[in-house]
C-alpha cells in the first residue's frame, strides 16, 4: 500500500512534488476507501487520478516513480563501479543544474509504515534515510549522508536496525543504495522494504504492458479462467485463448531487418521460446474461429495486456502506476477498470491505482471522491506543479467536476492558438 510520494528535481519537476493517497474527512463514496489497520497511518484511498494538458509532466512524475523503483531493485545488482545513475535533473534553472534528484515514499509493507527516500545525481547517492512505524513512535533505522568537503560518507546506524552493518556499509558503491546491498548480502531486516518496490510496485508507461505477462499467466488454469472473465466484462467477445510455445527462428524477425544483426540476434537468443497468442471467437452458427492476436483492435490488445497486471495486482493487493490509462480505451471501459479497484469483492486485499489520463467523462460518473483527484500543470518558468481537487473546495455534489475542468476552474489545460493564429504561423 502506498501513503505518499515525492519527487524534486527531475525532469520537468522542479520543486518538491508531494503526491497523496490519504483520506479525507469526506464520507463520499466510502467504498473507495479502506484502512490499513497499520499504526500511524490513516485510511487511504484505492485510487486516484491525474489530469492536465499535454506535456505538463504527468508521464514525468509517473517515470519518477518507475526510476525510484529500477533504482532500488538494481544499482546493487547491476551497477558497476562508475556505471551512471538515470538521473535528469531540471534543466530551465540555473539553481537545479548539477544538484541531486530527490525520491521519498511513506507506504505499508507487512503491515509496517515505512518512510524511505533518497537522493542522487547521475555519478553517486548523495543520501538515504529510512524511518520505520512498528509502533506509534518512529525509528530511524539507517541515514547515510556524502561530506563533499570530505569527500567520504556519514553513516548513522540507530539500535532498532541490527545485522552486518559494517559488512553492508563497506560493500555499498558511491552509485547504489545501502538499502539494496543490505538486502542482497541477506538483511532480513530489509527485505520487507525492498520487496515492496521489487514485488509490490508496478509501473507502466503509455504503452502499458506487452502481452507475454497476460499469456504467462494463463499458463494456470484458473488464471486463465480468470482472464477470459475480464476480457468478457469488458465486452471483448473472446470465448476462449490458445497459447503455443515457439522456438524463435528467422520467420519472427522483420524482412527488412539488416542480415548482420539478424544473425547476431538468432545467435543471442538461440533455444529460446515464446508464445503465440490467438484468440477465438464464435460465429452466429457456433463454429469458432482463430485470429492472431495482432488482428483485434488497438483497445482489444491494450485491455488484453491489461489483463495479466489487472488480476495480479487485484489478487495480490499490489500498487500500480499507469500513464494515459485511456490510450485506445472507450471511456466506458476506463471506468469499468476503475472501478474493479473500487469493489471490495474484486479488490479483498486494498490493491491500488494510480494513473494519468485526458478522458474526462469519469469525473461525473460516480467513479471518484473528490479526494482522488489530481491536477497537473505547467507554471511559467516551465515546471511542473501538481495539485489536489481539494485545493478549490469543490462543494460536494452541487459541482459538475468535468465542466468545471473544462472551462479552466482547475487550471491543468492547453492554451490552444486559435485558427486565426496558426494560419499566421504556417502563411
Not at 157 to 177: A, C, E, I, P, Y
Not at 256 to 267: H, T
Not at 401 to 413: H, Q, V
Request: glycine share 4%.
Amino acid at each position: 500500500m502506498i501513503i505518499e510520494f515525492a519527487v524534486e528535481n527531475f525532469r520537468s519537476i522542479k520543486t518538491r512534488q508531494t503526491f497523496s493517497l490519504t483520506q479525507s474527512n469526506s464520507d463520499e463514496l466510502v467504498g473507495n476507501t479502506f484502512d490499513p489497520n497499520v499504526l500511524s497511518a490513516s485510511p487511504l484511498l484505492r485510487s486516484a487520478v491525474i489530469y492536465g494538458a499535454n506535456a505538463a509532466g504527468k508521464s514525468n512524475f509517473i517515470k519518477a516513480v518507475k526510476v525510484m523503483k529500477d533504482i532500488v531493485a538494481n544499482s546493487a545488482k547491476n551497477n558497476q563501479r562508475g556505471d551512471k545513475l538515470p538521473m535528469t535533473h531540471f534543466k530551465l534553472c540555473d539553481s537545479t543544474i548539477g544538484k541531486p534528484t530527490e525520491f521519498e515514499v511513506i507506504f505499508i509493507a507487512e503491515g509496517i509504515k515505512y518512510q524511505y527516500g533518497f537522493s542522487a545525481t547521475p555519478e553517486r547517492i548523495i543520501e538515504e534515510w529510512l524511518y520505520a512505524f512498528p509502533k506509534s513512535r518512529p525509528q530511524r533505522w539507517f541515514i547515510r549522508a556524502f561530506d563533499e568537503a570530505k569527500d567520504e560518507y556519514v553513516w548513522d546506524f540507530s539500535s532498532f536496525f541490527v545485522g552486518k552493518k559494517q559488512t553492508w556499509k563497506d560493500s555499498t558503491r558511491n552509485n547504489s543504495l545501502f538499502l539494496s546491498t543490505a538486502v542482497m548480502l541477506n538483511s532480513e531486516q530489509l527485505k520487507p522494504v525492498y520487496d515492496w518496490f521489487t514485488k509490490i510496485l508496478n509501473v507502466a508507461g503509455i504503452n502499458g504492458w506487452n502481452s507475454a505477462y497476460t499469456a504467462e499467466l494463463c499458463a494456470e488454469l484458473d488464471s486463465k479462467k480468470d482472464v477470459l472473465k475480464f476480457l468478457n466484462a469488458a465486452d471483448l467477445d473472446i470465448n476462449d485463448l490458445k497459447f503455443e510455445s515457439k522456438k524463435i527462428d528467422a520467420s519472427i524477425l522483420p524482412d527488412d531487418m539488416p542480415l548482420e544483426i539478424k544473425e547476431r540476434l538468432l545467435k543471442e537468443l538461440e533455444g529460446e521460446e515464446f508464445l503465440e497468442i490467438k484468440t477465438i471467437h464464435t460465429t452466429a452458427q457456433g463454429k469458432n474461429v482463430l485470429f492472431e492476436l495482432d488482428d483485434e483492435s488497438d483497445g482489444t490488445k491494450k485491455i488484453f495486456s491489461f489483463a495479466g497486471p489487472w488480476i495480479d495486482t487485484l489478487r495480490n493487493g499490489k500498487v500500480l502506476f499507469i500513464d494515459e490509462l485511456h490510450d485506445s480505451l472507450h471511456p466506458h471501459i476506463v471506468k469499468f477498470l476503475v472501478n474493479l479497484f473500487h469493489n471490495k469483492k474484486n479488490n479483498p486485499n486494498n490493491a491500488q491505482l494510480i494513473f494519468t489520463t485526458h478522458e474526462t467523462s469519469i469525473l461525473d460518473q460516480d467513479v471518484f471522491r473528490r479526494d482522488q483527484v489530481w491536477f497537473c500543470k505547467k507554471e511559467s518558468d516551465q515546471a511542473t506543479e501538481i495539485y489536489p481537487l481539494s485545493d478549490f473546495s469543490p462543494r460536494k455534489g452541487a459541482e459538475n467536476l468535468e465542466k468545471a475542468y473544462l472551462s479552466g476552474r482547475y487550471s491543468a489545460l492547453p492554451v490552444v492558438s486559435t485558427l486565426e493564429l496558426l494560419g499566421e504561423c504556417l502563411g
